[in-house]
């Protein structure tokens, strides 16, 4: 492989033919300020707006555009006189002559489909609290304001909300005055300092206000009404976050205070300026966070929102100080953000725990490459949503780690500094990020970046060793394909284990598809392990070890040498292997390695297996590592001693619910009809977030059967929780030959819930069944009426016609069928695993509600 060919610049299977570069949008002005009025109504799920705008128009050509998406404009004035203006429905064109500063006024009403999310009682759901709240990113928030929605455009705002009495209605930037209009309140938030179009939000409810002082920063946390007590295990730990991040950084929070609004229906985390809007999801009680212990628990933790409360705080810095000049560049948000979390998480918890953070975000890219790769920054993509993907997000995070162990932390830090307070408050794209961080390094950068931004895929690393008269000879080749860069310039560490239980450190750097050394060296060692310290955290590592090569290397201090030899024991169902991985599981100090120890138990699937994660059941506290457990229990197909040890875990009500949860998908995967009232029963098991009946569901969809279908379409009718009808309907892929499922699924494509219309999507691809081609062809192309989903989610559209192709490739191929579905099954299974890790997830558009 070579440079000539230069396929690494595109990369694979991400692009279509279609697609056409995108760039940066230019308008001509400059919004310098942004006043709107804005009146809610409730019963008719609308809205009145008047928007005042402080415009410098720097290039005029006759008129403003400006981005507005099914509103009816009902006047516009310039410096306050009535001026002619065109709507089509999508742009708004005021019409004015000459540049400079100029005044416009904007007075419309809508009943946004999109932008802004109404979230009432029905008749389906008349419990609900009335909720109104925004989501903004990518491109939505024309849907509600009249604007340049796009990341470019920065200018300062305020927002006066008018909302019916009893809610509260928070916004950007700090509270001028609440006032009392007898049936409405007004509340008027004021920002000072510019910030993007898409961070422009609010949100309204019957609010609990908790507040908290942060070294004299103003933190406040709306949540539901009635859930106040809620809010110490999800933020407890706020505080030194944003201690911790301005430190980090060298630059104290940088806006005037920090806000959390927490919403129902919402699909994770979203940054708006000063005020991070959250699912309530994150929302959990004692049990949730620290099953059988008291909160807080360190070291003992099940769920937790430390995650998401962590990515979100860290876009204050990164992605609203500084934000991305177009959605190309959206990884200096993202992977940011994400990489941010991760340090938090070594300072809260531990390097052990940061490692192991790291390796999970190497799996959820790897799972995505084996899909498509493509360069994080890219011009060539069709929807904004495209772009926030596991590369922006994961691989971004692991090049960032890899570029701090390249050019040092100190440098790094130095590098963040610079970039933050030479681009605050105004926008950066990837050169200028790289500039700074060549400035702080006195050297040049180029090389990096073209080998891990700009170019796809990542080093794949293969080496093996061997000893003869006194010398370790030490061979390592790049296997990566066409998709990656060719020839990987790298520094990577080896750990030699020695007979006597000692290590040494060896330093090499590969600058060639093969590299050989010799090590002059007394003995035999007992085991070499690349990259001990996950310093060159974005690659894969292909090692063919002995079994006694790998049961040596869990003696390393090195969770990174401990997890390579755990993936080589999961290779080997022999006695020697199982013996090793039995006593990862039962002694290993950390948690994630006794857990990742478990999970290679029940890969084996082998008998001898079995004995060891019962008895390690009995003994383990952790809760996190009891998942693992049950969750191998699961591949030990008709064992009856097993599926007694998981139905005694189900109906628990003291152990944690996620274990609870893991329980009854295992307890299906066993196949043992004996216990489907068991997991009827479970269905009614409460919990957070109602995760044991999405277990219970998942193991009778394990199950099969018509009782099992004739659940699984009850769950998905409306008034079942948003999450448990996004389950049952995914679940539903397995059953497409039934007339009534495949009717079903067909209807819950056009779902009101995008969490629901997605996972309806999701159990298409997983039939891979063609008969579904046609409305999968609607949908990529937006040409599918009454597909809410569709006609406002460029992601669904995309995800459509991926679905579309595979199941074209599927019929092509013919033979490959199985293999097709072992895939699509693998990818089902990893999208379940993040599904679960709700507090790292953000909104993006993955789970939008209601419209």
């Known amino acids: 492989?070579?440079?000539?060919?230069?396929?690494?610049?595109?990369?694979?299977?991400?692009?279509?033919?279609?697609?056409?570069?995108?760039?940066?949008?230019?308008?001509?002005?400059?919004?310098?300020?942004?006043?709107?009025?804005?009146?809610?109504?409730?019963?008719?799920?609308?809205?009145?707006?008047?928007?005042?705008?402080?415009?410098?128009?720097?290039?005029?050509?006759?008129?403003?555009?400006?981005?507005?998406?099914?509103?009816?404009?009902?006047?516009?004035?310039?410096?306050d006189l009535p001026t002619r203006f065109d709507y089509d429905g999508r742009y708004l064109r005021v019409y004015l002559s000459g540049n400079g500063e100029v005044s416009v006024s904007i007075n419309y009403s809508a009943k946004p489909r999109n932008g802004v999310h109404f979230i009432l009682p029905d008749e389906y759901y008349r419990d609900r609290k009335p909720m109104v709240w925004t989501q903004g990113e990518s491109e939505d928030n024309h849907y509600w304001i009249p604007l340049t929605d796009y990341p470019s455009m920065k200018f300062t705002s305020e927002l006066t909300i008018i909302v019916p009495k009893p809610l509260i209605a928070v916004s950007n930037g700090y509270l001028v005055e609440s006032k009392d209009l007898g049936n409405e309140t007004l509340w008027h938030w004021r920002l000072d300092k510019p910030h993007s179009s898409y961070l422009v939000a609010f949100a309204a409810a019957e609010f609990d206000v908790i507040k908290d002082d942060c070294g004299g920063i103003s933190v406040e946390h709306y949540v539901p009404k009635g859930r106040g007590e809620s809010a110490k295990f999800s933020f407890h730990r706020i505080c030194d976050m944003i201690k911790f991040f301005s430190e980090y950084t060298g630059v104290k929070y940088p806006w005037p205070?920090?806000?959390?609004?927490?919403?129902?229906?919402?699909?994770?985390?979203?940054?708006?300026?000063?005020?991070?809007?959250?699912?309530?999801?994150?929302?959990?009680?004692?049990?949730?966070q620290c099953p059988g212990s008291k909160f807080p628990c360190p070291g003992l933790e099940d769920f937790s929102s430390d995650g998401l409360v962590a990515h979100e705080l860290a876009h204050q810095w990164f992605g609203d100080l500084v934000t991305t000049r177009d959605w190309g560049n959206i990884w200096l948000n993202e992977a940011f953000a994400t990489y941010m979390e991760a340090l938090y998480t070594m300072h809260a918890k531990g390097v052990d725990e940061f490692i192991y953070e790291l390796y999970s975000n190497l799996k959820a890219y790897l799972n995505e490459y084996r899909r498509y790769a493509r360069p994080i920054v890219t011009r060539l993509y069709k929807y904004p949503e495209e772009m926030f993907d596991r590369h922006t997000y994961e691989k971004g995070s692991l090049v960032l780690h890899t570029l701090k162990n390249i050019i040092g932390e100190e440098n790094f830090r130095k590098g963040i500094n610079l970039f933050l307070t030479r681009y605050a408050y105004s926008n950066a794209e990837t050169e200028d990020f790289r500039k700074v961080m060549e400035e702080a390094t006195a050297k040049p950068l180029d090389w990096f970046f073209n080998q891990f931004v700009y170019s796809a895929g990542h080093p794949s690393i293969k080496y093996s060793w061997s000893y003869d008269s006194g010398y370790l000879r030490i061979s390592i080749s790049q296997t990566q394909g066409d998709d990656s860069y060719p020839v990987y310039r790298i520094p990577v560490e080896l750990e030699i284990g020695h007979q006597d239980g000692s290590m040494e450190l060896i330093k090499l750097n590969l600058e060639s598809r093969d590299t050989t050394v010799y090590l002059p060296i007394k003995e035999r060692p007992t085991y070499v392990c690349l990259d001990p310290e996950f310093k060159v955290a974005i690659k894969s590592v292909n090692s063919e070890k002995s079994i006694e090569e790998a049961r040596a290397e869990l003696r390393s201090s090195s969770v990174a040498c401990r997890l390579e030899a755990i993936e080589s024991l999961a290779k080997d169902s022999s006695s020697r292997s199982i013996d090793a991985l039995t006593k990862a599981l039962l002694n290993d100090k950390f948690w994630g390695i006794r857990a990742e120890a478990a999970r290679a138990l029940g890969k084996l699937g082998v008998t001898d297996a079995v004995k060891p994660l019962i008895n390690a059941l009995h003994v383990e506290r952790h809760p996190r590592v009891r998942r693992a457990i049950v969750e191998a229990l699961g591949n030990f197909k008709g064992n009856r001693d097993v599926a007694k040890v998981l139905a005694s875990v189900l109906v628990n009500s003291e152990e944690s619910y996620y274990v609870r949860s893991n329980a009854a998908e295992a307890l299906g995967k066993l196949g043992i009809r004996d216990y489907f009232s068991e997991l009827v029963k479970a269905l009614d098991y409460p919990s957070h977030n109602n995760v044991i009946t999405q277990g219970a569901l998942r193991g009778l969809a394990e199950l099969g059967g018509d009782e099992a279908i004739e659940v699984l379409l009850k769950y998905t009718q409306l008034g079942y929780p948003t999450l448990v009808r996004a389950t049952a309907a995914q679940l539903l892929g397995k059953f497409v030959d039934n007339r009534r499922v495949y009717d079903r699924l067909m209807e819950l494509l056009r779902d009101q819930y995008m969490r629901v219309a997605s996972a309806a999507l999701s159990a298409v691809e997983y039939s891979m069944d063609p008969r579904f081609l046609g409305i999968l062809d609607s949908i990529a192309s937006g040409t599918a009426p009454g597909f809410i989903a569709a006609e406002l989610s460029g992601r669904f559209r995309r995800y459509a016609r991926d679905i579309a192709v595979k199941i074209r490739e599927q019929l092509s191929k013919g033979a490959e069928y199985a293999r097709l579905r072992e895939e699509v099954e693998r990818v089902r299974e990893e999208q379940r695993r993040l599904m679960d890790r709700v507090s790292r997830l953000e909104a993006k558009g993955l789970g939008s509600p209601a419209y």
Request: hydrophobic content about 35%; glycine content about 8%.
């Open 1 to 79: 492989m070579s440079f000539d060919k230069a396929t690494h610049l595109l990369g694979r299977g991400f692009t279509y033919p279609d697609y056409e570069p995108q760039y940066q949008r230019y308008y001509g002005y400059f919004i310098k300020h942004l006043a709107l009025t804005l009146r809610l109504n409730l019963s008719e799920r609308s809205i009145q707006g008047d928007a005042r705008y402080i415009i410098n128009v720097i290039d005029n050509e006759g008129y403003l555009k400006f981005d507005a998406a099914e509103m009816n404009i009902t006047s516009v004035t310039v410096n």
């Open 257 to 288: 205070n920090y806000k959390h609004a927490v919403v129902s229906e919402f699909g994770g985390g979203m940054e708006n300026t000063t005020v991070t809007i959250l699912t309530d999801a994150t929302l959990h009680d004692e049990h949730a």
